[in-house]
């Protein structure tokens, strides 16, 4: 069964760092997204991108925070400069329409910033 | 602030018991309500969507029912198991944002 992964699975990395997370979607989706769950609580959407661009973003995405797809298979989302508050889970996802809710998640990759 | 919250943080059931797990959202322009399972230690699942013309949507064991008078959207489990412990989210989605609300933690007790 086709399915998201994820690299690294997990990532410690001092405040003020640069991490750059990576994700395959799953081959014949359209739609990418990054999601990140901070411990016990609600994952929450970061940024949504189709088409080799960025189509919508949350207020926590802010300059510190880019994404890319560098190729035809790996989506990445970088972190310019880690601050403690940005240690969470970190959840990336496909789709393969963008108007049904049933995105792919992947494993998670789990950032702690020192 | 938020459009979807669960109206429990957490749910207790007797495996073979049927579960209900209830959702509020304030919303009302969403194309479609969502419910996500999360696992320990795994991304969200997703385990059946309804869209907002629709009113009840089944699956296996599980059943939808979405209330748009109030703005209530439920999930029922049939014969819970012990493979339904989890986190259950509800989600609505607009244009193609995913919004997750609260989440519900769900124990079978066996």
């Known amino acids: 069964e086709p399915e998201v992964t994820q690299t690294p699975s997990h990532q410690v990395t001092q405040m003020g760092q640069e991490v750059i997370l990576r994700c395959v979607p799953i081959?014949?989706?359209?739609?990418f997204y990054w999601y990140r769950q901070i411990l016990g609580q609600k994952v929450e959407f970061l940024v949504s991108f189709y088409n080799n661009e960025i189509s919508e973003k949350s207020e926590i995405f802010d300059d510190q925070f880019s994404v890319e797809r560098p190729d035809g298979s790996n989506f990445t989302l970088k972190i310019r400069s880690t601050k403690l508050e940005d240690s969470a889970m970190y959840f990336c996802?496909?789709?393969?329409?963008?108007?049904?809710?049933?995105?792919?998640f992947g494993e998670g990759s789990r950032l702690t910033v020192l | 602030g938020e459009s979807v919250g669960l109206h429990l943080p957490t749910l207790s059931v007797q495996e073979g018991d049927n579960s209900i797990i209830n959702c509020a959202y304030s919303n009302s322009a969403s194309d479609y309500f969502i419910w996500y399972k999360q696992e320990s230690g795994k991304g969200p699942q997703f385990i059946i969507d309804?869209?907002?013309?629709?009113d009840k949507r089944q699956g296996q064991r599980v059943t939808v029912l979405l209330n748009k008078t109030v703005k209530h959207l439920s999930l029922q489990i049939a014969a819970t198991q012990p493979g339904d412990s989890a986190v259950y989210f509800c989600?609505?989605?607009?244009?193609?944002?995913?919004?997750f609300g609260a989440g519900t933690t769900v124990t079978v007790r066996a």
């Open positions: 996802a496909s789709s393969a329409g963008s108007q049904s809710g049933e995105l792919f």
């Open positions: 309804i869209r907002s013309n629709m």
């Open positions: 081959s014949n989706h359209l739609y």
């Open positions: 989600a609505e989605t607009q244009g193609g944002k995913l919004s």
